[in-house]
């Protein structure tokens, strides 16, 4: 994967993100569980910066910055609390991976910024119910 | 659960670290055998000197000496190895994978490095206190310094993926670095030992 490549990859994957903390936070009661809602309010502000910053990261690399789709599925039907912060710990642990992908695939600037979000995701899981884990982002290992 | 010495896909560990480094760092120095097509290697640089390989040992090292703060500490502290296993598990697999990038020339591991998390405590008591393990002897301050050790460990591994030549390699240590930063996260959220509910 070329460093372009792995930015728009990337940024394919805020787009997805955004979307489905978009949807939880729709749907997630403040009242219910007041942690989870801060939780994912704070999830969905956080992807939507790096979404803007890969957007800008992509045009500085060359390249035209990938739209989202119209849509994405949510991994969950978020009806429940359970539901809801399954999805965002997917989400998460979807990120993780691409993270890891791009550090990979990057030098530099590029790759010390998805080393930083690799280790915030990492944490971020915690937050939603999700296991530590000795290698986040890379499944294989 | 896999086993320590492979990944949950099956392939030995050794052979994805391998393939990262390059075949050269784990034939150790003799660079005996055929090269396999595709793994192209400098030409003036030994393994010694192969920047990617001085990187892996010098996170190995930080990985085992935190493995010896942390059984020293599950053996001073018995009360904390249920809390510490998950955390030992995990530096565990860290010095393992690393420990396959290593030529053996290399400073070898830690004698501390048991083969098994659940080894005895007769066993990790003979092997594993070094003078330079000092375990504080209250449990909230032992968790504490793990705590920091893990600190450290997530700054060295950002720092090291961040200057590892070989993209895989990065992206390894940043997954590492990674796990230490879940680990601090953890460890602080322990209610102090011994503290009444």
Redesign the interface.
Known sequence: MTPLEALQTTLAGEHAAVYVYGVIGGRVSASADPALARLVAAAYVTHRGRRDQLTSMVRVAGGDPVAADVSYQVPTPCRTTDEQRRAALVTEQRCAQVYAAMVGATSQANRQWAIDALADTAVRELGFGGPAEAFPGAPEL | MPSPDS???G?P?RT?LGGLLGLAALAGCTGTGPRPAGIRRPAATSTATDPDVVLAATVLAAEQAALERIRATMLRHPQLRRVLS?TE??HD??AR?LAHAVPTSAPSPSPSTSPSPSASPSASASASTGPTVRVPPDPARALAAIAATEDEL?LLG?RS??SAQS??F???L??????S???A??LRRQPAPGARR
């Open positions: 990944s949950p896909a392939l560990r994805v998950g598990q995990v697999q860290h994978l997530t950002r993926s961040f993209g895989a990065a992206r390894i940043a997954t590492m670095a990674a796990a930063a879940q680990q996260v953890l």
